[in-house]
């Protein structure tokens, strides 16, 4: 691995990609969106018989968090979309390639770059929210230490997702891209839900055309829903009701088979 | 020999660009690639720095397959229409060639030296997508002149150019052909590879027509009524 190369491409990618329109229209909506659910839960709060007491509080935390959360995997899909195919699309993509850098090496910073962005935006995004709650919450802030341990699930998703929409990002317009894989990115979550710590004799019994198409979701393609669902549940303090080395190890063999469709793809692409 | 390809085939769909290809560029030569249009001289280049892939058949630059990346070490590529994106400036985009170039300390002097030798040291700030083609064409040169490399590939680099440019880009190489570098010139324009290069091999429908030194070849007739004897035959 030549991380020099990598690390240079990483942060062209960043000079790249802090520039999206899109990204800083998104920022300005969430904290609008953070600004309306905080006048929104006080005046909830100011109603006769319902105070801000801490549970309320925690409430609105979450809140907060659900937002961010759901705008991390949307801003995930715009930067996957833009990752790779805008280089394809200005010519650059045989310029870098013409430097001693592998494929995989191009790949990995790229999406490694979009993936870092989105990240800061989570972390921005968390601290903004949190700096509004503290204020209107004259100080009473529950930060629980899940918060931290949910950093790790947040940006293997935000990875994750940047990388599977890299891969349908090859294939189609990046309009159809962002709409595929949102579309599918909905699929999984859906696929996750429903079959998320169930035992395999119910997950092969009274098998359907849509239950087939779930399962195969399920199975071979990474669980962008559970992870999610894993960073909501430590943050919450949930107990988590999966095997989390069973989990990595499929995340693992699916990212695998992604990475490898994705060389495949650029292997065959003419520049 | 720098490049050594054996048989290259290579398909688009059911049309074969390159068909049993065999090339060999000593080092430290000036070589021209010749053939009209659509010959398979771009596919060739491609094959080179594993832009495209072979059907068939072996490339070797340094003896290491093109298909490492490490062939690609010491290669300056300037591709027929060099783009960068259109935000970076003049400067931004030689240093991101010099780092991906791994050049160190040396780097700002690298940028100067560069810009001076293409003749754009006015245009240090200017953003690409302010540049003309020809202004855009010096950058692509500029680029190339970072680092430290031994091979030089231009695709069709007086495409685009001016006389004045055209005068300064042959500056430009003949400084380079002094330092002992290998030049891979991509061209129909036969004028400025006659007076340019010192090898030469002419393409045509895939296959390798000739090859060998051009004086050589051309003998007392021109390079142009050469190649059109030998594309015409």
Not at chain 1, 156 to 184: E, Y
Request: net charge neutral.
């Amino acid at each position: 691995m030549n991380l020099n190369k990598i690390y240079v491409i990483f942060e062209n990618t960043m000079a790249k990609e802090w520039r999206n329109k899109f990204l800083l229209f998104l920022f300005a909506l969430t904290v609008a969106l953070i600004l309306l659910v905080n006048v929104t839960m006080d005046w909830i709060g100011q109603v006769p018989g319902i105070s801000l007491d801490s549970t309320m509080a925690n409430k609105k935390l979450y809140i907060f968090y659900f937002i961010i959360n759901t705008w991390n995997i949307f801003l995930s899909i715009i930067m996957g979309v833009n990752c790779v195919k805008s280089d394809l699309n200005e010519g650059v993509f045989g310029q870098i390639l013409s430097f001693p850098v592998t494929r995989f090496e191009y790949l990995l910073s790229r999406i490694l770059g979009s993936t870092a962005i989105v990240f800061c935006y989570y972390l921005i995004s968390i601290l903004l929210a949190l700096s509004v709650f503290a204020f209107s919450s004259e100080g009473r802030v529950f930060i629980d230490p899940g918060f931290f341990a949910a950093l790790l699930p947040n940006l293997i998703l935000i990875f994750t997702s940047v990388s599977l929409t890299v891969l349908i990002s090859l294939f189609l317009t990046k309009i159809a891209a962002f709409i595929t894989t949102f579309i599918l990115v909905l699929l999984i979550s859906s696929s996750n839900a429903n079959f998320t710590g169930l035992g395999f004799d119910y997950l092969f019994s009274d098998l359907t055309f849509f239950k087939i198409i779930g399962l195969m979701l399920y199975f071979f393609l990474p669980r962008l829903g559970t992870i999610n669902s894993m960073a909501t549940d430590i943050i919450v303090g949930k107990t988590l009701n999966i095997s989390i080395w069973w989990e990595f190890l499929h995340l693992g063999l699916t990212i695998g088979v992604v990475y490898v469709c994705l060389l495949l793809a650029l292997r065959k692409r003419e520049t | 020999m720098i490049i050594e390809a054996k048989n290259i085939n290579k398909f688009y769909g059911a049309c074969e660009a390159l068909k049993n290809f065999s090339l060999s560029v000593p080092r430290g030569s000036s070589f021209a690639l010749l053939g009209p249009n659509g010959a398979g001289k771009t596919t060739f280049v491609k094959a080179l720095l594993d832009l495209t892939q072979i059907s068939g058949g072996e490339i070797k630059i340094n003896g290491i397959s093109s298909l490492d990346s490490k062939s690609r070490e010491g290669i300056g590529y300037l591709p027929e229409k060099f783009n960068f994106f259109d935000y970076y400036t003049v400067e931004g985009v030689l240093v991101f060639y010099g780092k991906m170039k791994g050049v160190g300390d040396l780097l700002s002097e690298q940028i100067k030296m560069a810009l001076e030798k293409t003749g754009i040291s006015d245009l240090r700030k200017r953003r690409v997508k302010t540049l003309s083609k020809g202004q855009m064409q010096r950058l692509g040169i500029a680029s190339i002149l970072m680092g430290d490399n031994d091979l030089l590939i231009l695709d069709e680099p007086f495409t685009g150019l001016d006389p004045i440019g055209i005068k300064e880009l042959k500056d430009v190489l003949r400084g380079l052909q002094n330092a002992g570098k290998t030049l891979f010139i991509n061209s129909h324009i036969l004028t400025e590879v006659e007076q340019m290069c010192d090898e030469m091999a002419i393409v045509n429908k895939g296959q390798l027509v000739v090859q060998g030194k051009i004086t050589e070849l051309v003998g007392e007739s021109s390079l142009e009524d050469y190649f059109y004897q030998k594309i015409k035959s």
